[in-house]
């Protein structure tokens, strides 16, 4: 299994950027998708979920309006809009799969992709 991302660079602050995670290697419409990011020296942080038939997405309360999660299952594709970027959004951003529901713990995700950095900087 690979998850490829890309679409990480360095950005200003207020502007927005699309992240992009192509998955090979296992039946990605039976997979649920989500975005976690780690800032140095911090935790890895949950930012996005997406279910099979990307129907639905799921945030956390402190990314809700600004990201948004979507998917292209005939692609093996999943996508991260970011907008208004923040400083504190600088961080590596991971794509993970999982063959179970929706989960916000990274633990449960079977397969993780290499990550892709963004720097929110003037």
């Known amino acids: 299994v690979q998850l490829q991302a890309s679409g990480g660079g360095l950005v200003q602050p207020g502007s927005s950027l699309t992240l992009s995670c192509e998955a090979s290697?296992?039946?990605?419409?039976?997979?649920?998708m989500a975005w976690f990011r780690q800032a140095p020296g911090k935790e890895r942080e949950w930012v996005a979920g997406?279910?099979?038939?990307?129907?639905?997405?799921y945030y956390p309360y402190s990314l809700k309006g600004r990201v948004t999660i979507s998917r292209d299952n005939a692609k093996n594709t999943v996508i991260l809009q970011m907008n208004n970027l923040k400083a504190e959004d600088t961080a590596v951003y991971y794509c993970?799969?999982?063959?179970?529901?929706?989960?916000?713990?990274?633990?449960?995700?079977?397969?993780w992709g290499q990550g892709t950095e963004v720097t929110v900087s003037s």
């Open positions: 993970a799969a999982r063959s179970g529901g929706i989960s916000s713990h990274d633990d449960f995700y079977n397969y």
């Open positions: 290697g296992l039946l990605f419409s039976k997979h649920v």
């Open positions: 997406i279910n099979w038939d990307g129907d639905n997405g």
